[in-house]
């Protein structure tokens, strides 16, 4: 029997019979999921410092205690409602918002709250083999709030499912916990989502660039005229946070480590020689997972995207920050796009057809400000010459006008052969892996103790001590 006291929300869930029959049956299910795909090992027997939200107040959405993960309070929570919020942008611009999904639109919304909430499930089920060769409890119990996280976000989809979207939604609800992260016959539906994250580096230019991605969509989902995708999503934006600031805190602690053992070796010696990872491999894996997280955006020119925005279902990324109309119904967007013999022309597209890639902009920029931090705060501040770049936009996509072309990280186009011989160069080959699997072999569980990949960070978590005891297990 499903009780509302132990799921913390403020949707009304006690009162809400429809949505308490409806957990009834996915609850077990999402339970039995976490089991079969959270992270082995890690189940019963630890308890795990964690956040908690309880409510989305100040005081209620970060309450921190130990708790063992299958244990977790997913909860289900909506941004407190604006008054009288008005539709921000596309045909509908002025009118209230929706407390209901339109008929017309029911099958474009269920789609993008499906692909969204398809995308957090498939993240803790890429992640699940890092436990067992963590560089710190820290960084172990940053790993598992990420995941509860996760689990939270497709609770935050699934109730949107559930409440707006009646037998078609339980369906999809039931499916979400179906397919898995790179199986063959039901894989997760966008290709990132299928990649393994087996090394910690992989894991933290995950969190930076690809968590990052779904802070864009969450973004412009946040601007939706359904109003209920409006406030789930804008909740969910502030655990999102997080998980950026474990990714970009992450690449900049292996960054600064990175830098420490070239200066004690007088800045001529190999790294991995001493066990720590060289700038061109961090490099590498920028590249790989900022490329990755490009394609999520979809094609530069789109229907759908169109669709989305006159329809007032998707706006972009900080709506009211646009100086335009935000009807877009006249505008144009310079796009550089590919002609038939595979020149690059620039083309004028309608606005409308064109915001993925101004979603893209946006990501870009936001993606750059961050690069730029490790940078300045990292190896500047070390003296080194070496920079870390965000490759062009047309490296190794396989979405859109540059998918089947290649190019190097500046953007000069590229034979097939020429790709080939030099594509080791800018992405992780199979002895980058099997370098940095050698190096995460033997996990770190000792409070205060670091894998010798990594520096400490600045400050623990919720102003405990660096050295304090992360995670526990029980005798
Ligand atoms: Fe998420
Ligand atoms: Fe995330």
């Not at 996760?150 to 009646?166: D, I, K, N, P, Q």
């Not at 601007?223 to 690449?251: I, K, N, Q, W, Y």
Request: glycine share 8%; proline share 5%; net charge negative.
């Amino acid at each position: 029997m499903i009780s509302a006291d132990k799921i913390p929300n403020n949707v009304g869930l006690a009162g809400n019979k429809r949505l308490l029959r409806a957990l009834e049956h996915w609850q077990p299910a999402y339970l039995d999921w976490w089991r079969e795909m959270g992270p082995p090992g890690f189940q019963d027997s630890h308890q795990v410092y964690l956040r908690t939200a309880v409510s989305v107040d100040a005081a209620g959405w970060a309450h921190f205690d130990y708790v063992k993960l299958p244990e977790y309070r997913w909860g289900i929570f909506l941004a407190e409602p604006t008054h009288d919020r008005r539709i921000g942008f596309g045909d509908f611009m002025g009118q209230p918002v929706w407390q209901e999904v339109p008929g017309e639109f029911r099958n474009q919304l269920r789609r993008l709250i499906v692909i969204q909430g398809d995308t957090e499930p498939a993240s803790v089920e890429q992640q699940r083999s890092l436990g067992a060769h963590c560089p710190s409890l820290y960084d172990l119990r940053n790993l598992f709030q990420v995941n509860v996280e996760e689990g939270r976000h497709l609770w935050a989809m699934v109730y949107l499912l559930h409440s707006y979207f009646g037998r078609d939604g339980r369906d999809e609800a039931e499916a979400l916990l179906e397919r898995r992260s790179g199986n063959d016959d039901t894989p997760r539906m966008l290709e990132a989502f299928n990649e393994p994250i087996d090394t910690w580096l992989d894991f933290f230019a995950f969190t930076m660039f690809t968590d990052r991605d779904g802070k864009s969509q969450l973004l412009s989902l946040s601007e939706s005229s359904l109003d209920p995708l409006a406030r789930t999503t804008r909740f969910m934006l502030t655990e999102e946070a997080h998980h950026m600031f474990v990714g970009e805190t992450g690449m900049a602690r292996i960054l600064e480590r990175t830098c420490q053992l070239l200066r004690d070796s007088g800045f001529s010696g190999d790294v991995r020689k001493v066990g720590g990872i060289d700038l061109p491999l961090i490099q590498k894996f920028v590249n790989f997972w900022f490329s990755q997280s490009l394609d999520l955006h979809g094609s530069e020119v789109s229907s759908n995207a169109a669709t989305y925005f006159a329809n007032g279902l998707k706006g972009r990324a900080e709506e009211d920050k646009f100086e335009d109309d935000h009807v877009l119904a006249a505008n144009l967007y310079m796009l550089d796009m590919l002609d038939d013999s595979g020149r690059i022309i620039r083309q004028e597209v309608p606005m409308r057809n064109a915001l993925n890639e101004v979603l893209r902009d946006w990501y870009v920029g936001d993606c750059q400000a961050g690069v730029d931090r490790w940078n300045k705060r990292v190896l500047e501040a070390h003296g080194m010459s070496e920079r870390i770049a965000l490759p062009s936009r047309k490296f190794n996509r396989k979405v859109g006008v540059y998918a089947g072309r290649h190019f190097d990280p500046l953007g000069n186009q590229l034979t097939p052969g020429e790709w080939e011989r030099k594509k080791s160069e800018w992405l992780p080959s199979p002895e980058d892996k099997k370098y940095l699997h050698s190096i995460q072999v033997t996990p770190v569980y000792k409070p205060g103790q670091f894998a010798n990949y990594i520096a400490p960070p600045q400050r623990g978590i919720n102003r405990m001590p660096i050295d304090f005891e992360y995670v526990r297990t029980e005798a």
